[in-house]
């Protein structure tokens, strides 16, 4: 797996560009490998973090340059985005100034206890219709029982310092955002008529990959976001999100080795040292439909040749282990290569080691600007 550091930074900074109000932190789920964190740090990136490994790998891995006063760089950087954590991770949180978010009353009770001086970020639940992965149906809390939360997060003593959504991975509908950030802006006025004042919020990830046409360009969505924005919450409310795929995942190509292959029913098959316990898990987890390309077989034909209808299937033990049933691909032999492109996110991420295969070697070019 080879992943250019040059195309993060330039993902990074197109999304900068395009969202120049929005402060972006990096959810290291898409990508944990902790290359990809040295790199976003002198670009002055936040992390959005889900455990304390999470958390641990930002703080081994950010030079120490920038976390000078490590308080402040935790309390400006870094997100726990989790609104579920284990007691003992809430514990040994409580030494640092942590911003984490929350979406129900027990979670309120834990964080009192054993993380009081929190700054917490209530995630609400909002429309993922259109996204290729759904995240609502276990996150946030009702818009209308958002205010009464928010509320008895102050009446606890605890510090509430804003709101967050997230409209789903691989958001492909723009209108999830603009009735997420208006239902946003209730919230907001009506904390505020009750007392309290946020100054923070939270548009979470789901900015698009153009893995086909079927993404809206990155230009149009922006657009929308920044008058949106604009509309809708004044300068004094500071905006963050939490991209993660949009950063990585056209950043990354898997090269993989055929093994073996047969016909059967017909069709070519390619066993390919890869498959989906490993890098290529996106196609089960991510939703993913990854696409093969081969190298020019060298020595033989000069040119590609015809092309047919094949399946390319992993090397585990196990018939789930098929990445795809409809390749496009010429006529190859074991020991040819096949490539796979923009598989940055959801994919070394999810990798396992079943049945002793080993994950796949990472490569990272390009780390020096």
Known sequence: MIIDHKKIRRNYQALRKRLPRVGLYYAIKANPEPEIIKTLAPLNAGYDVASLQEFAAVLKNVPAGEKKDLNAFIYDRIIVA?????VETLKK????????????PEELKKIKKYCPDAGLICRIKVANVGSVVELSSKFGVEPGDAPNLIEAAFKLGLTVEGLSFHVGSQCLNIENYINALEASAIIFAEIGSRGYNMRLLNIGGGFPVPYDDSAPPLTKLAQKLRAEIDRLFPKTIEVVAEPGRFLVAEAAVLVTKIIGKSVRD????????????????????????????????????????????????GPTCDAFDTVSTAENLPDLNIGDLLYVENIG??????????????????ININRDV
């Open 82 to 86: 989790n609104t579920i954590k284990p």
């Open 345 to 362: 996110a959801y994919s070394n991420a999810s990798a396992t080691n079943f049945n002793g295969f080993p994950k796949a070697k990472i």
């Open 266 to 313: 017909g069709k070519t098959v390619y066993y390919i040292d890869d498959g989906v316990y490993n890098t290529l898990s996106g196609v089960i987890f991510d939703h993913i439909p990854y696409h093969f390309k081969s190298f020019l077989p060298a020595g033989r034909h000069g040119k590609k040749g015809p092309t047919s209808i094949c399946a390319v299937v």
């Open 93 to 104: 949180l409580a030494h640092y100034n942590t911003l984490m978010t929350y979406d129900n």
